[in-house]
């Protein structure tokens, strides 16, 4: 998995990239197949202060690209809502995957 951290108009802290990594190891466990992993992190340069710090996230997966993005006055909150939506995305995908065919059992006549 190749994972890409980078900060617009912020600094990436160590902290803050292993606090990254250990949030998206969930959406791995969940589904082993994640090809590439792009997180983007944003400080918006608007007056208000509500919902300023942003995340965003592109995921490569097999079969299928995913984007999830969330804001929050806290980056580590915002981080925490992003890996939420990306979690039941990933999730949903593999659930697509996978053949829910029931094959019967074959009745033997007596």
Known sequence: MNLTI???HLDVT???????????????????????????LTVEKQKEK?????????IHVKGNDLFAESSHADL??????????LDRQVVRH?????DHHHVGSKRTIQ
């Open 6 to 8: 980078s900060g617009h």
């Open 50 to 58: 509500e919902r300023r710090q942003r995340a965003e996230c592109n």
């Open 94 to 98: 593999k659930d697509r995957l996978q």
């Open 14 to 40: 160590p902290a803050l990239r292993s606090y990254v990594t250990t949030k998206l190891d969930r959406i791995t466990r969940h589904f082993d197949q994640v090809v590439d992993v792009k997180v983007i």
């Open 76 to 85: 580590y909150a915002a981080v925490d809502e992003l890996v939420d939506k």
